[in-house]
């Protein structure tokens, strides 16, 4: 059967084709100078710095800001409050979670002999940490956008304009997708048949 949409049909008429004389220079406005010429000063930041340059105080501020504002009239704590170097503590402790995995969260305040980690314990108490995770919030809920990302788009709108100021351009990009997996409702989850990783977010 033929759609009658026009649009339709026009799609499936088209046909991809192989160009040997596409000269990709054409399309590159500048050439692009190797990263020691572009931001020599990066070459020799310590990680941390490197971090602050995508998460700096902006995004921090940000997430300060609604945190606080979701847990005095969303979560009824009306002295609740974070300064930066707690919530920069926090996501440490979120990214050493990301490669020493243990199998609950609680276990990283764990004193048994087996499990101890010094680290966590030593910056952050268990109960202020959850705290702050029941509250963490990037959005403000009365203020939301109509898009499915709407809670954590003013990260990435800071996040985006970070990594223009400090990315590494060049003539041929390689774009690929990974899928976070995510088992929740949520209209942005997808589901994508015969793969190792079917349910999440495509990124």
């Known amino acids: ?27 590159t406005s500048q050439e692009v100078k190797p990263l020691v010429e572009e931001f020599p000063a990066l070459t020799t930041a310590s990680p941390y710095n490197l971090f602050k340059l995508f998460c700096d105080d902006v995004m921090l501020d940000l997430m300060i800001s609604e945190t606080c504002r979701h847990a005095q009239t969303q979560k009824n704590i009306p002295g609740f409050c974070v300064s930066n170097g707690e919530m920069e503590q926090f996501f440490a402790i979120l990214l050493f979670s990301g490669y020493v995995k243990l199998p609950e969260e ?12 010094s680290f966590t314990q030593s910056i952050m108490s268990r109960d202020r940490f959850l ?33 223009l100021q400090f990315g590494c351009f060049s003539k041929h990009l390689s774009i690929d997708e990974s899928m976070v997996p995510y088992f929740g ?17 495509k990124l």
């Open 106 to 117: 609680r276990m990283y305040w764990s004193r048994s002999e087996d499990i101890n980690v």
């Open 1 to 27: 059967a033929v759609s009658s949409d026009p649009a339709s049909n026009k799609l499936a008429s088209l046909r991809w084709t192989s160009r040997e004389d596409l000269n990709i220079s054409e399309h």
């Open 185 to 201: 409702g949520h209209s942005a989850k997808m589901f994508i048949k015969r793969k190792p990783i079917r349910f999440g977010y």
């Open 131 to 163: 705290q702050i995770k029941r509250c963490l919030h990037i959005a403000d809920n009365a203020n939301l956008g109509n898009s499915k990302t709407a809670k954590i788009q003013p990260i990435y709108d800071v996040l985006n304009n970070n990594l």
